[in-house]
């Protein structure tokens, strides 16, 4: 089975634009998480969906926005870049029964670079 | 509040057992996982524990958890240069309930492996 599969994997972007980026969870995964990686630092929390619901969101603002789709794919968009949206975006996925079992698999990123 | 603490850099030569540290503030976290992280790549799950158990080995790799001190390691026995990366720790606290899977991350340890 494929694991958790991001697209696309390299891409860069001028200050002011958007960007999508794309995540397929693990099949049989309903869960989808987003997290954002700064050179250096740990990842940190972007949001959560589950049953294309959102179910957590972190500290970002509103320039950041997600969607799960019914086949729990999932694009997280970022609105009117800044030099400091350069990161990695991973995202996550599990199967979401709670947390039994709640083991939270990433895929490789999406490497961004704001220019 | 959330925050996983780990020391930046630790070198250990081949062979040797290699000992990552890692601490955290929230006593009411459920699961606590091992993240390895390769340059340029997402991250790994090595493994992880959950809070009512103190040990759990799987072959190389064993984490130690002490409850009462907020205090989780991971040892990975016969270091190898393959072993070479950063490990990041991460908890997820109490406070998410059902399907939320947000993860709070350490800022990493870059463990290098000499010859």
């Known amino acids: 089975d494929a694991g958790v599969t991001q697209s696309p994997t390299h891409l860069i972007k001028t200050r002011g634009q958007q960007v999508t980026l794309r995540c397929s969870p693990i099949s049989g995964h309903k869960s989808v998480s987003w997290y954002q990686q700064v050179l250096g630092q740990g990842p940190q929390f972007i949001f959560q969906y589950y049953e294309k619901e959102e179910r957590g969101r972190g500290n970002f603002p509103d320039r950041f926005s997600a969607r799960q789709f019914p086949n729990y794919s999932s694009e997280l968009n970022v609105n009117a870049l800044l030099l400091g949206d350069s990161a990695l975006y991973l995202c996550?996925?599990?199967?979401?029964?709670?947390?039994?079992?709640?083991?939270?698999?990433f895929g490789e990123g999406s490497w961004l670079t704001v220019v | 509040g959330e925050d996983v603490e780990q020391s930046l850099f630790l070198s250990v030569r081949e062979g040797d057992s290699s000992v990552i540290n890692c601490t955290y503030t929230?006593?009411?976290?459920?699961?606590l996982y091992w993240y390895k992280q390769e340059p340029g790549a997402g991250l790994q799950l090595l493994t992880y524990?959950?809070?009512?158990?103190d040990m759990k080995q799987d072959q190389r790799l064993t984490v130690l958890l002490n409850k009462k001190d907020k205090h989780l390691s991971l040892r990975i026995a016969d270091t190898q240069t393959g072993d070479s990366a950063i490990y990041f720790c991460a908890e997820i606290p109490d406070t998410n309930t059902g399907t939320a899977s947000k993860l709070t991350f350490g800022t990493g340890t870059r463990l290098q492996v000499t010859l």
């Open positions: 996550a996925s599990s199967l979401g029964q709670g947390l039994v079992g709640n083991t939270i698999y």
């Open positions: 524990i959950f809070s009512n158990m």
């Open positions: 929230d006593s009411s976290s459920t699961y």
